[in-house]
């Protein structure tokens, strides 16, 4: 089992940046995938970036070309670089770990990203 703490949340004005961090309790290196999901108000949880096998990184469309998700083997943190923020942008963000193919995912507890217009 893995634990995943956020942190790095908080307001910004929009076109601001934030960098979101992400401490887990293990050597990230021997997770197979790391990535981040948001939450809207009413809305369903999405998925914003990945990054798979240390090397593979993926983004949804709304993010690319704005965030940049990549990770630190030194101090087991993974990061959301987070640029050009627009108002919905704004959502608790999850830092979330597979440990293998076929494990259950692994969920942290969320950090709060507010853009203001």
């Known amino acids: 089992q893995v634990q995943l703490v956020e942190s790095g949340g908080g307001l910004v004005q929009a076109g601001g940046s934030l960098r979101l961090s992400c401490a887990v309790s293990?050597?990230?290196?021997?997770?197979?995938?790391m990535g981040w999901y948001r939450q809207l108000p009413g809305k369903e949880r999405e998925w914003v970036a990945s990054?798979?096998?240390?090397?593979?990184?993926n983004y949804a469309d709304s993010v690319k070309g704005r965030f940049t998700i990549s990770g630190d083997t030194a101090k087991n943190t993974l990061y959301l670089q987070m640029n050009s923020l627009k108002p919905e942008d704004t959502a608790v963000y999850y830092c979330?770990?597979?440990?293998?193919?076929?494990?259950?995912?692994?969920w942290g507890q969320g950090t709060q990203v507010t853009v203001s217009s």
């Open positions: 293990r050597n990230i290196f021997q997770i197979y995938s």
């Open positions: 979330t770990a597979l440990t293998g193919q076929s494990s259950p995912r692994t």
């Open positions: 990054i798979t096998s240390h090397t593979y990184t």
